[in-house]
């Protein structure tokens, strides 16, 4: 059956792809709906800050996971019908979480969600395809896929500090849940009962896999979030964890290898040019990670507003924006992929060293503007060449696996970029921030000097004496620690800065990446 005649006759092409683009964007913004603004949410669920990079990277498990499976959801369902199935699945899931406080079932409920947003992803792409006939449809649709869950974070934190500086947090959810059922009319106005494919029966599916696949993916994000501060393995969690991410994944492995119908091929890592866009990816997403560094200073040491680090981030999204349109202008032109992977990495170098020298207690907008806005234009102008890149690689009969191993590896990019950083941070800030404390103290005439200026500032404010001497001692103190995150982040992004030049340069050397021209070329445009 033609892939268009799930639609009704009746609806005309622009108001089917306008419906399509709306009923797409929920399942990609929604994903960062909690983790725009973890400060808020953190002490709604009172639980701690770090906990919500740990919320966020098991709804990306579970939405990975289930990604390897959704195909055969949508295969066996009408579209209609299935379409309307996730919305109100989702609806639950969305009003659900305005009420829960439990952490406990907050992370169930997540994972939930995560499993969610995947079952609508790949269907939506299909037909999203189908209505552009240009032989550059794949670079138009995944272009506007990605530049939407790559602007996520800016769109959700701005609707929400709109919202919490007005109402409450149960209105943002309130007004999501609003989007959804907007969608479910529009998808009743555009689709018939038509099925897309076949119907394939759903006991085929390798559950057992899949279970296999979703523990691997959440106790290896519990290693990776959890592990500094627990310790590593001188806690038993992190130690359980390990364990079962081990096993686990090598049971999941063996079970593919033998599998009569297998989630996952692992015949198509064995290409090098799949490989190293694997590897690209890690390596973009541990760069991406600095981005929290950066929002992180602007809370801690430069003291912004939520509020106005919401609109900053717009320029961040610009700068998205910018490098995912010129990157498919470029693609469209044939241009070699391995010069914008370059050029990307190169802007991602620039962003790193300059923000380095940024690091300082006075800054302002008119300082950041600029390379806050490079570090977006990175990302947007190496993302869609390389998820085509690496897709293009692959035979026919493995391209739906190369597109999974993409989702996959920007997931664990996406944990251990967090990894790497927050462990980076916390030694380096504990290591200056012992250097620095040396010098406060009482023989220090510097240091003396300073609390003494401040233990008179707040006597004339009309504290007591010694209220007023425990009150400048914790604020030398909070200079010294502003400092040692001011300092560490300094190397983090000189060391980074410094990789990401030798990585470029094993890229512009890269002989598998040279001679993939062609090959590239004919799978996106098919000459």
């Not at 709906?33 to 709804?59: C, K, R, W």
């Not at 009420?99 to 079952?119: E, H, Q, S």
């Not at 701005?158 to 959810?173: C, E, G, H, K, Q």
């Not at 297998?262 to 090098?272: E, M």
Request: include cysteine; charged fraction near 10%; aromatic fraction near 16%.
């Amino acid at each position: 059956m033609k892939a268009g005649s799930v639609f009704r006759e009746s609806i005309p092409g622009w108001l089917i792809k306008a419906g399509l683009v709306f009923c797409t964007l929920p399942s990609t913004v929604l994903l960062g709906l909690y983790n725009s603004n973890a400060t808020y949410t953190s002490g709604y669920l009172g639980v701690e800050p770090e906990d919500m990079q740990f919320i966020m990277s098991i709804t990306y498990g579970a939405l990975i996971a289930t990604m390897l499976i959704e195909n055969r959801f949508y295969r066996f369902f009408a579209t209609r019908n299935y379409l309307l199935g996730i919305s109100v699945l989702s609806v639950l899931a969305l009003m659900l979480s305005a009420y829960v406080k439990n952490f406990t079932l907050f992370i169930f409920l997540r994972v939930f969600d995560g499993i969610v947003m995947a079952l609508p992803g790949g269907v939506m792409i299909q037909l999203l395809l189908t209505r552009f006939k240009s032989k550059s449809a794949r670079i138009i649709v995944f272009s506007f896929f990605y530049s939407t869950l790559l602007c996520s974070p800016a769109i959700i934190a701005n609707m929400v500090a709109f919202t919490l500086d007005r109402w409450d947090w149960r209105y943002m959810i309130y007004g999501a849940v609003g989007v959804q059922l907007f969608g479910m009319l529009i998808i009743l106005l555009i689709f018939n009962n038509n099925r897309l494919h076949r119907s394939l029966p759903l006991y085929q599916i390798d559950y057992a896999g899949y279970i296999l696949l979703l523990a691997v993916l959440l106790c290896g994000t519990y290693v990776l979030v959890y592990g500094e501060k627990r310790y590593w393995l001188h806690a038993w969690d992190i130690r359980l964890s390990l364990t079962v991410t081990i096993i686990f994944s090598g049971l999941f492995i063996l079970r593919q290898r033998y599998a009569k119908r297998p989630l996952f091929n692992f015949d198509v890592l064995k290409d090098p040019n799949i490989r190293s866009g694997l590897l690209i990816f890690i390596v973009l997403y541990t760069c991406r990670a600095t981005l929290n560094m950066v929002h992180a200073t602007m809370v801690q040491v430069w003291h912004w507003e939520q509020l106005y680090i919401a609109r900053v981030q717009w320029i961040n999204a610009g700068g998205v924006v910018i490098g995912i349109v010129l990157a498919g202008w470029l693609l469209a032109r044939q241009f070699p992929v391995r010069y914008i992977f370059s050029i990307a990495f190169a802007a991602m170098a620039v962003y790193l060293f300059w923000f380095r020298w940024l690091y300082k207690l006075d800054v302002g907008i008119e300082d950041i503007a600029l390379p806050y806005m490079l570090q977006g234009f990175s990302v947007g102008f190496i993302f869609t060449p390389l998820v085509l890149f690496i897709v293009s690689q692959a035979p026919a009969h493995l391209s739906q696996y190369a597109t999974r191993a993409g989702a996959a590896t920007r997931f664990w990019g996406t944990s251990l970029g967090f990894c790497i950083t927050h462990n980076l941070q916390v030694f380096l800030q504990r290591k200056h921030y012992i250097s620095l404390s040396q010098y406060v103290t009482g023989t220090n005439p510097i240091a003396e000097g300073r609390i003494a200026a401040a233990t008179q500032s707040f006597i004339a404010k009309g504290y007591p004496a010694d209220q007023a001497a425990n009150l400048a001692f914790r604020q030398i103190d909070g200079s010294v620690r502003a400092q040692s995150i001011l300092l560490g982040n300094m190397e983090i992004f000189t060391y980074l800065g410094i990789f990401v030049v030798c990585f470029i340069v094993l890229i512009l050397f890269n002989n598998h990446l040279r001679h993939t021209y062609n090959l590239f070329r004919n799978k996106i445009f098919g000459y």
